[in-house]
């Protein structure tokens, strides 16, 4: 009787994407604030926004037994639904900084932020769901 491996998240793919998401966080939000390191923490954002790419592909074959088809549209809305509770997640934390005064932006600073983040966020999420299913 075989015995059926659960999958276990990859420890150190969610590091590279709490520490991109972080480094690019803190890089967007230093430059709203006008700090001098913004530069640094896009830059540590990056490399890990590349370590994650690089992880990824190299788990590339770890797939399940899914048909092709069936595989790539269960990847597609797997990923818009991560995506959307990621951004609806930073959405809310933008507004309660917003309205508590902590930044200062117009509207159009913030549509930038959301929509540049919500293609950051969709990428990765699309990458994470192509590697674990």
Request: proline residues 0%; positive net charge.
């Amino acid at each position: 009787m075989e015995k059926k491996k659960t999958k276990q998240s990859d420890s150190i793919i969610v590091g590279a994407i709490v520490w991109s998401f972080f480094g690019i966080g803190i890089g967007i939000f230093d430059i709203i604030t006008k700090n001098d390191d913004a530069f640094i923490w896009f830059v540590f954002g990056g490399l890990s926004l590349i370590y994650l790419i690089y992880r990824l592909r190299k788990t590339k074959n770890n797939t399940n037994e899914r048909y092709e088809d069936e595989r790539k549209k269960f990847i597609s809305e797997k990923s818009k639904n991560m995506s959307f509770d990621i951004l609806f997640g930073s959405i809310v934390i933008f507004k309660i900084l917003i309205s508590s005064g902590k930044i200062k932006m117009d509207s159009y600073d913030v549509i930038s932020i959301i929509l540049g983040g919500a293609l950051i966020i969709q990428f990765i999420s699309y990458l994470v769901c192509k590697s674990k299913y």
